[in-house]
C-alpha cells in the first residue's frame, strides 16, 4: 500500500491564516512604500523650483538701485515704497537695476561709475574717465535684442536724495526727471555722457563723483494669468520707466507656475522675499505646498 504525503488541516489553516496576514499588511506596505516615493518625488520637485526662483530674483535684486524699489497690489495699482508695503495683499514687485553687464564687461568694465566733476564742457556733458559709450551701446543692444541702446539708458547719482515714487518714473509721473535718474544719450566722445534730447544740460543738476548706469527696471509678478487659481511667477524686463514705460511695454518671461505665496517685506535697505511652490499629491483635497526664502542686502 502506498502511502501519499499532503498538509494537515491544522497545516492548511495556518498557511491561509499566513497568507491573509501577508496579504492584508503587503498591501498596506506597498500602498505607503508608493505614498511614500510620491510624496518624496513631489517634495524634490517643490524644494528644486522654489529654489530656483528665489534664487532668479534675488540675483537679480542683489544689482537693484535700492532707493528705487516699489510695491504694488497687482499691475493696475500705483506704486508706494517698499518700506510702506506691509501685509500680504502686494503681488508686484519692481525695481530699477544698475547695467552689472556693461560693469563687469570683458576685459575692462565698459563703464567706470566714476564721473569727472570738473571737466564738463560747459555742463553739456558729464565726463566719465574710462567710460566706453560705445561698448556699453553695443552690449545693450544685444542684451534688448536690438529693441534698446545707450540713447536710452540714465545715471543714477550715489548720494541723491529721491523720492521713489516721483523720481523714477514709475507711473509715469516723473515730477523732475533729474532728481534721482537722469537720462542721457552718447556723445561722440566715448567717455562723455550727454543728456537726453530735449532736456537742455546739467545745470542746476546736483552731480555727485559717483554713479551707476542703468538701461532697464525689472519687476516680479505673482498673477493668475488663465483665471484657474493657479498663480504664476512672472519676470518683466527691457522698459524704462524714466523714459515713461510701464509694465505694458516691457518683455516677459515665466519664473515658476502653481505659486502659492509670493511676499517680501523691507527692513531699510534690505529685503527679504518668500516663495512657496504647491501642488495637488493623489487627491485634488491633498493640497502640498513647500516654501524657500531668502534675505538680500
Not at 172 to 200: C, E, K, R, V, W
Request: hydrophobic share 40%; proline share 2%.
Amino acid at each position: 500500500m502506498r502511502s501519499h504525503k499532503a498538509f494537515t488541516m491544522i497545516e492548511l489553516i495556518f498557511v491561509i491564516v499566513i497568507m491573509g496576514i501577508i496579504g492584508k499588511f503587503g498591501v498596506e506596505f506597498l500602498a505607503q512604500t508608493y505614498k511614500n516615493f510620491i510624496f518624496s518625488s513631489v517634495n524634490n520637485s517643490l524644494q528644486s523650483k522654489s529654489a530656483m526662483a528665489v534664487e532668479f530674483i534675488a540675483t537679480r535684486l542683489q544689482y537693484r538701485i535700492k532707493d528705487s524699489l516699489i510695491a504694488r497690489v497687482n499691475t493696475g495699482t500705483n506704486a508706494v515704497g517698499i518700506g510702506s508695503a506691509t501685509g500680504s495683499t502686494y503681488t508686484v514687485l519692481e525695481w530699477v537695476a544698475m547695467d552689472i553687464d556693461g560693469y563687469r564687461g570683458s576685459t575692462t568694465p565698459n563703464w567706470s561709475g566714476i564721473a569727472d566733476l570738473d571737466a564738463g564742457e560747459a555742463l553739456g556733458t558729464i565726463v566719465s574717465p574710462q567710460t566706453q559709450t560705445n561698448k556699453i551701446n553695443e552690449l545693450i543692444t544685444i542684451l534688448s535684442d536690438g529693441s534698446k541702446d545707450i540713447n536710452d539708458t540714465a545715471l543714477y547719482f550715489i548720494g541723491s536724495n529721491s523720492d521713489v515714487t516721483l523720481d523714477y518714473g514709475w507711473d509715469a509721473n516723473i515730477t523732475n526727471q533729474y532728481a534721482a535718474m537722469h537720462p542721457i544719450n552718447s556723445n561722440t566722445d566715448f567717455t562723455q555722457f550727454a543728456p537726453a534730447l530735449g532736456t537742455g544740460t546739467f545745470e542746476g543738476v546736483t552731480l555727485y563723483e559717483y554713479y551707476k548706469l542703468a538701461w532697464t527696471a525689472y519687476a516680479v509678478v505673482n498673477r493668475d494669468a488663465d483665471g484657474d487659481g493657479d498663480d504664476d511667477l512672472v519676470f518683466y524686463y527691457d522698459y524704462q520707466p524714466w523714459n515713461g514705460d510701464t509694465l505694458a511695454d516691457a518683455k516677459q518671461s515665466m519664473i515658476m507656475e502653481d505659486v502659492s505665496t509670493f511676499q517680501f517685506t523691507a527692513i531699510g535697505s534690505i529685503i527679504k522675499i518668500q516663495v512657496c511652490a504647491a501642488t495637488d499629491l493623489i487627491k485634488s483635497e491633498d493640497k502640498y505646498s513647500l516654501c524657500k526664502e531668502k534675505t538680500i542686502f
